[in-house]
């Protein structure tokens, strides 16, 4: 277990939105995070990486805080939450995600410049390396945000609803970037909507909402008593439970 | 209580604590839609209306200046909503572009106007920076009437305002005549401006619109509980802001008021039980344990 | 040199100075805060004067700096109390720190000439003669000098940080977390425009400065989506509205700073009008395009309807678009005769008929 999430609680005006998170994910696996609206998914991720401030709660990554760790951090946010309109293009933004191996006030070089070349080649955006961030589809906005997460090159990377609204191409090229950074090791910790795909998408599987349902492997946690946990309504799961 | 005597004091207190009720309750319409800054764009941009109203009239008396002003109020933010609708410039740099260039309009008329040595331009420098300390009965009049106009108005578009400024597109989707109702809370928002500039002046009017607001947001939850709050705060800390400046200190009174009603929103966020910061620990505490 | 010379000069170096600082504030969305900051400078300046008992510059150039970050931070302490949305924080905070400046000039400076209105307008024609004198050599305007600081500041800050700039701007979150606080790209280009606009109100007045900061980049900003080009034409368009601005105002004995900024206006116009990207006559044409295309869209697809049908001799004439649509006559004609200037339909018999190219054009997954 390497990243731990301990007593974590996270109040959004004045209502507790997570509460009492004790959380442990497996490295070097893909993990899931679901439950329904307004469960807290989201905010879980966001102060997993610091970006929410939580009234009390540790969380460690391999033992050590993870706030200590940032650079070893990657992020792909909903892609709603970054200006669209600034007037960049993809291999920009793509090098953005090589910042902070390069540090304040120097540029990146050579070798970050190949490293995003490969990036946007991995996520079939290598043509668009010029294209304005402006006119890019949804689609391709989310795999700009997966080549820049790969360009990092973190240990784990958190994404906020990676497939929400692509296309079913899309979909099937990030899975594959997914298969990818899974075999070279890296750990990836997803909030998913999309109960009908977690699981041949997932290994690993955390039901939340607000509190921690259920959380370990895919087989022993997908089960409909979980879901109705979690959900509070009855669940059919397609293809039936072991 | 000698000083309710005092004819000129009493017309100023007066007068100014009117402009509070006036732009605080008004100015709820900017603050709930996040329009805090169309009020100092709106207060310079009137200074070329201002300019060319006293050309055209050349006269001094508050009516036809408030015209003007609020003439070159309503053009700049057509040009604002143009502007943001046709590209997709920001609210803040719209606002800022359109502010200054009329600002720098305003500056070359007034430039003309002084290079003719005329006797009567000296009133026009009371609507840049106010003179709240020479306000006239005629001048709170004109207050007065504007002011009971524009509530009125108010108080008639109240439903579709609550519409608007609760969610835009929804009101959109029942029916509602979006556009117009803005161009009317626009115009209200030109009322609130026209009134104050000859007391407050203008850089300082925004707060004049946005402070009673935002501590009345502080003690309340509900909309019409808010505004008519609003203008409580207003008229009182205009009172008391004319009030100090003039008999507790020899200070201009314009950024008294200000100050007075900025120190009541400070206060209000501390213990305002709505949004209070002392309320809200206390709840705080209440949700984790 | 001649003062006409160093009014030119003072002029373009402030309208080049201006315009570089505000491109990441129009890029970050926070153009407002530079008319905040411009506005609240004032108590700084009296603080400084009055500490060193006079008008003195560096102490009133210090005094100034520290009030535009004290406006700057207490906005966004303001609004991260979540009590107060950022604009409201912005129309509280400016005006209460003028009202402190120009109640403390009341108090303490009523005999110096520290006036409100000068720190509006600026006095560009004096500042001509507040001569910068070394060991008795007369090395021209003081503001030319400050000025010059203020534009090496501004390039070495976009320079050096232009990496950072686009992180933080570009999404915040995401350079937090690859360790660029973006509060420190916001309170370092607050700082620089702060100093820029201290640097340039003096010569040109508040406003003006303001203008100079917004204006030219807002300008860029609908004229390109590339931020070097964006760089350049806001570099042109400060310089040119200052040079044009002040060499009409001259001849015209006119407000310099003020016909500067209706200069600027007159671009912006022309701009609002005219961008081939944004512009609104481009938009309109756009619209006018698009409506027309789906109009023959909509044509074809009911022509091809009634295609060797009995009900063809009246539903494919002309004269049955205005019932079909709703069309106005001189609309159909137009939606029609377009079409058949594309090779899509046939007009020459009463009937509308379909061409190959028109068929091929409504088949479906075109």
Redesign the interface.
């Known amino acids: 277990m390497s990243l731990s999430i301990r007593d974590l609680t996270v109040i959004y005006r004045d209502a507790p939105v997570l509460r009492d998170i004790d959380l442990d994910l497996p490295k070097g696996q893909l993990c899931a995070i679901v439950g329904p609206n307004g469960a807290g998914k989201s905010t879980l991720i966001k102060a997993a990486l610091g970006l929410v401030e939580p009234v009390s709660g540790s969380i460690n990554w391999c033992g050590a805080p993870l706030r200590t760790q940032k650079t070893k951090v990657g992020y792909v946010p909903q892609r709603s939450s970054v200006d669209w309109d600034f007037p960049t293009d993809v291999f920009d933004v793509v090098l953005m995600g090589t910042f902070s191996r390069v540090g304040w006030l120097k540029s990146p070089g050579k070798a970050e410049r190949k490293r995003v070349a490969e990036c946007l080649d991995l996520v079939g955006m290598a043509e668009y390396a010029k294209t304005q961030i402006s006119q890019l589809s949804g689609g391709q906005q989310q795999r700009v945000f997966f080549a820049r997460a790969l360009a990092q090159n973190a240990e784990l990377t958190f994404m906020d609803e990676p497939f929400a609204g692509v296309d079913a191409t899309t979909e099937e090229s990030l899975l594959n970037v997914l298969k990818t950074m899974k075999s070279e090791g890296k750990t990836i910790i997803a909030v998913h909507h999309d109960l009908q795909t977690v699981r041949e998408r997932f290994d690993h599987i955390t039901l939340l909402n607000k509190r921690i349902i259920a959380s370990g492997s895919m087989d022993a946690t997908f089960t409909e008593s979980n879901l109705k946990a979690a959900y509070g309504i009855d669940f059919a799961i397609a293809g039936g439970v072991d | 209580m000698s000083w309710f005597n005092d004819y000129t004091l009493r017309t100023v207190i007066l007068g100014t604590s009117l402009l509070g009720l006036f732009s605080g309750a008004l100015g709820c319409i900017?603050?709930l839609r996040?329009?805090?800054?169309v009020?100092?764009t709106l207060a310079?941009a009137s200074l070329p209306g201002i300019c060319l109203a006293y050309l055209l009239f050349r006269s001094r008396e508050a009516l036809p200046l408030m015209l003007g002003a609020a003439f070159a109020g309503l053009i700049a933010m057509g040009i604002v909503s143009?502007?943001q609708r046709?590209?997709?410039?920001?609210?803040?740099?719209?606002?800022?572009?359109v502010?200054?260039?009329?600002?720098?309009?305003?500056?070359?008329i007034?430039?003309?106007i002084q290079?003719g040595h005329d006797a009567g331009q000296a009133g026009l420098?009371k609507f840049?920076?106010g003179q709240a300390a020479s306000l006239v009965t005629s001048q709170v009049v004109a207050i007065a009437t504007i002011g009971l106009i524009s509530l009125f108005v108010f108080a008639m578009v109240f439903k579709e305002f609550k519409l608007l400024a609760f969610d835009p597109i929804f009101a959109e989707s029942v029916g509602l005549p979006v556009r117009r109702t803005n161009i009317i809370l626009t115009g209200l928002l030109v009322g609130a401006v026209v009134v104050g500039l000859n007391t407050v002046g203008v850089?300082?009017?925004?707060?004049m619109?946005?402070?009673p607001?935002?501590a009345a947001?502080?003690w309340t939850d509900q909309l019409v509980k808010m505004v008519v709050l609003a203008g409580l705060f207003g008229c009182l800390g205009g009172g008391l802001g004319a009030y100090l400046s003039t008999v507790a200190a020899?200070?201009?009174t314009?950024?008294?008021v200000?100050?007075v009603l900025?120190a009541w929103?400070v206060i209000s966020?501390i213990i305002g039980p709505a949004?209070g910061?002392a309320f809200?620990a206390k709840?705080?505490q209440e949700?984790?344990s | 040199m001649s003062p006409s010379f160093w009014l030119y000069l003072i002029a373009s170096l402030a309208g080049v100075t201006c315009a570089l600082s505000g491109i990441y504030l129009v890029l970050r969305r926070q153009a407002m805060l530079a008319d905040a900051i411009s506005h609240s400078i004032l108590p700084g300046l009296v603080a400084g004067f009055w500490i060193a008992h006079g008008p003195n510059l560096i102490a009133g150039f210090v005094g100034a700096v520290a009030a535009g970050l004290t406006t700057t931070m207490l906005v966004e302490g303001l609004t991260r109390t979540k009590k107060i949305a950022n604009d409201s924080a912005i129309g509280l905070v400016f005006p209460a720190m003028f009202a402190i400046g120009v109640i403390w000039i009341s108090l303490q400076f009523s005999n110096v000439h520290l006036d409100t209105d000068s720190v509006l307008f600026g006095e560009i024609t004096l500042a001509v003669f507040d001569r910068f004198v070394i060991g008795g050599r007369d090395l021209g305007p003081q503001s030319v000098w400050i000025l010059l600081a203020a534009l090496v500041l501004n390039i070495a800050y976009l320079v050096l940080f232009r990496k950072e700039l686009r992180i933080a701007t570009f999404d915040a979150d995401h350079a937090w977390l690859q360790g660029f606080d973006s509060r420190v790209i916001h309170y370092s280009l607050m700082v620089v425009v702060t100093i820029t606009s201290v640097a340039a109100f003096t010569a040109i007045g508040a406003i003006l400065s303001v203008a100079l900061i917004i204006v030219p980049a807002v300008i860029a900003r609908l004229l390109s989506n590339r931020l070097v080009p964006i760089i350049l034409v806001t570099l042109t368009v400060g310089l040119m509205s200052a040079l044009i601005g002040t060499s009409t105002a001259i001849a015209g004995d006119l407000n310099i700073p003020g016909l500067v900024s209706v200069f600027l206006g007159v671009i912006f116009g022309m701009t609002l009008l005219f961008s081939p990207h944004q512009g609104i006559i481009a938009e309109r044409a756009k619209r006018a395009r698009q409506r027309m295309h789906f109009a023959i869209q909509s044509l074809l697809i009911h022509i091809h309807e009634h295609e060797n049908t009995p009900e063809e001799a009246t539903e494919s004439t002309l004269e049955h678009l205005s019932d079909e649509f709703g069309w106005s006559d001189s609309w159909s004609h137009s939606v029609a005769h377009n079409a058949e200037k594309r090779g899509l339909l046939s007009l020459n018999q009463p009937i509308i008929r379909l061409t190959e190219k028109g068929r091929k054009e409504i088949q479906p997954g075109n």
Do not use: C, W, Y
């Open positions: 900017a603050v996040r329009q805090s800054l009020g100092d310079h143009v502007t046709a590209t997709k410039t920001d609210p803040n740099s719209a606002l800022g572009t502010l200054t260039i009329f600002f720098g309009a305003g500056a070359v007034l430039g003309i290079r420098d840049l920076f850089i300082l009017l925004s707060a619109l946005v402070a607001g935002v947001r502080q020899e200070m201009p314009g950024p008294v200000v100050l900025v929103v966020l949004k910061i809200r709840r705080r949700a984790t």
